[in-house]
């Protein structure tokens, strides 16, 4: 069974910077999609960025050029590095795994159903 523990969020200042980090236990799937998401309170969870096991990577519009998102494979685990925070950027982060996924796809949406989830951690970013 699938389980994925975030780490890495806190409070930060508008500007700043913070790093999540997503370790991943009993993955077993040669073809996978990870990814991050976001929900700030009374909005819809939202898509940050996206890693695939081809190696693909996809990044929502408003955090390309400030996110990055990659693997450590020292660590096994799934890193999001996130520079020039904004306070709208506040919300609970979610790493998510799903391995119903072929190459060149798009990786699944967030209410697709197809992914494991893990229990999110919290961004503040204060203005």
């Known amino acids: 069974q699938v389980h994925l ?19 991943a236990s009993g993955y ?17 969870r939202e898509a940050v960025a996206a890693i695939t096991s081809d190696g693909s990577l996809y990044y929502t519009d408003s955090v390309k050029g ?10 096994n685990t799934m890193e999001l590095q996130m520079n ?14 799903t391995g119903i996924w072929r190459s060149g796809a798009a990786c699944p949406s967030a209410t697709s159903g197809s992914y494991t989830w893990g229990q999110g951690t919290q961004v503040t970013v204060s203005p």
């Open 84 to 97: 020039s925070l904004k306070s709208e950027e506040t919300a609970l982060y979610y790493c998510a795994a």
């Open 28 to 44: 077993t799937d040669s073809n996978y999609c990870m990814a991050w998401f976001r929900q700030a309170p009374g909005k819809e």
């Open 66 to 75: 400030r996110f990055s998102i990659f693997q450590d494979n020292t660590k």
């Open 5 to 23: 523990v975030e780490s890495g969020g806190g409070s930060v200042q508008a500007g700043g910077s913070l790093r999540l980090s997503c370790a």
